[in-house]
Structure formats: C-alpha cells, structure tokens
C-alpha cells in the first residue's frame, strides 16, 4: 500500500462532485509542510491555495514588536488561502507550518475559476470560510478570557481534530507562540496536565493519554467552534 498521500484526505477536496475533481484534481502539486515553514507573510500576494492531507497550519497575527498569537488553525478540513477567491488576495496573517506533512497546492487562478462557476464548490468554500471565521471570533474571547490552562486545552483539542493519531511534535516555545503567552506559563499548564495524566510531553512530543478529561479541561470555547464546524462542515462527518 502506497503513503502517498491522495488529495481525497483533505475532506474538503473529497466533498467535490466528481466532476470538478476531475477537473482539478490534474492540477494539484503535492508539497511537504516542514514544521516553522511560512507559506505566505503578512500582505503577501496569495498565488497558490494550499489543501492539507496531514499537516497543521497556524494563521498568526504578528505585532511591530515581534509578539505573535494564533488565531485559527487548519488542517485536513479546509484550505489555506481563502483571501484568493474572497477578492482580497492578500492577508495581514501569517501562515505558518504547526504539524509537519502535507498538502496539495492549486494555483489561485484555478480555484478562482472553479469559484466563479456558482457550482457546489463555492458553496463549500463559503460554508468552510463562515466555519474559519467562527473559530477565529471564539479564539479571540478564549484569549480574553480564559485561563493560560484551558486556552492550552482548547488548542491542543483543536490540533487533535486534524491529526490522524493522538500525538502531536510541537515545543513549549512554539505553543507559546501560537497562544501569545509566555514559555514559563506553557511549561506550567502542560505540567498540570501530565500530573494528572491527560498528556504525556517529552522532547517537543505530546502525546494525549485521556482526551475525555482534557475535553473536561478545557473551556467552553472548544464544543462552540466544534459544533458550528460540524454544523457548516457535514462533510467531515459523512
């Protein structure tokens, strides 16, 4: 068997009618996603969109100071470029690579054209974008709001959901990135955790013993973006 990844794990390419598959799918280019790398910067010209099979991207929000907090997080969901067929073609975002892997890249002039059509696809892609946009309105009040404890479970559930095992390669530095917080109150929340045995972290690699229990740690902020995920997303749960 094959570990070629196939456009058909990213749930969203697999959603399509077979007919704009097939009109597509020739075009997709396979690219590896290694952890830290940038697909665009803030105010760059979207050229590609970028549909992953098994990596995570971050979209960072990054200050004058260097500060930087995560506020949505894709994997095998969605896409990565919703700026290209919005009209905007540029973000003040930054993406960047959270979990290693891959995914397929589509020039955005093909996903344009596809839009344009008024076919199944841009129903999708405005179902899949008001689903982005929730997240990132709960992860803003999840920041205000809530503890560095459940903002750390909340994102850990969140990368679970577009994992295909329970273990994530990530450093405490990196986590404290995406939440905006410093390293020392990461270090402490994944501590609590593994005392009481819901993670396992060693090295950068976390690995989530109870996600029942880290469900129950975390706030509200989770079932929200999950429910409404779920909601505009049917595909993800055939």
């Not at 959901?161 to 329970?166: C, F, I, M, Q, T």
């Not at 390293?183 to 950068?204: C, F, H, M, N, P």
Request: charged fraction near 20%; aromatic fraction near 6%.
């Amino acid at each position: 068997m094959s570990d070629t990844p196939s456009p058909l794990q990213n749930h969203l390419l697999a959603a399509l009618p077979k007919e704009v598959q097939d009109r597509l799918f020739p075009h997709l280019e396979l690219r590896r996603l290694d952890l830290g790398a940038v697909l665009y910067e803030s105010g760059d010209a979207m050229r590609h969109v970028f549909f992953p099979t098994d990596a995570i991207v971050s979209l960072l929000y990054v200050m004058e100071s260097g500060a930087s907090a995560e506020i949505s997080v894709v994997g095998n969901e969605g896409l990565i470029g919703v700026a290209v067929f919005m009209g905007g073609e540029s973000t003040p975002s930054r993406a960047i690579v959270q979990s290693a892997g891959h995914a397929f890249r589509l020039s955005g002039q093909r996903v344009k054209d596809e839009f344009n059509r008024h076919g199944e696809m841009l129903q999708l892609m405005l179902r899949y974008t008001q689903a982005l946009i929730t997240q990132m309105a709960q992860t803003a009040v999840c920041n205000r709001h809530h503890s560095i404890d459940q903002q750390l479970c909340r994102w850990l559930l969140l990368s679970l959901d577009r994992l295909p095992s329970n273990q994530l390669t990530m450093t405490q530095e990196l986590i404290a990135n995406m939440l905006g917080v410093r390293r020392e109150g990461v270090t402490d929340a994944a501590g609590k955790l593994q005392k009481l045995g819901v993670i396992e972290y060693s090295r950068g690699h976390i690995t989530v013993l109870d996600r029942a229990k880290l469900e129950a740690l975390s706030c509200e902020c989770y079932q929200v973006v999950k429910k409404e995920t779920d909601r505009l997303l049917p595909y993800l749960h055939p």
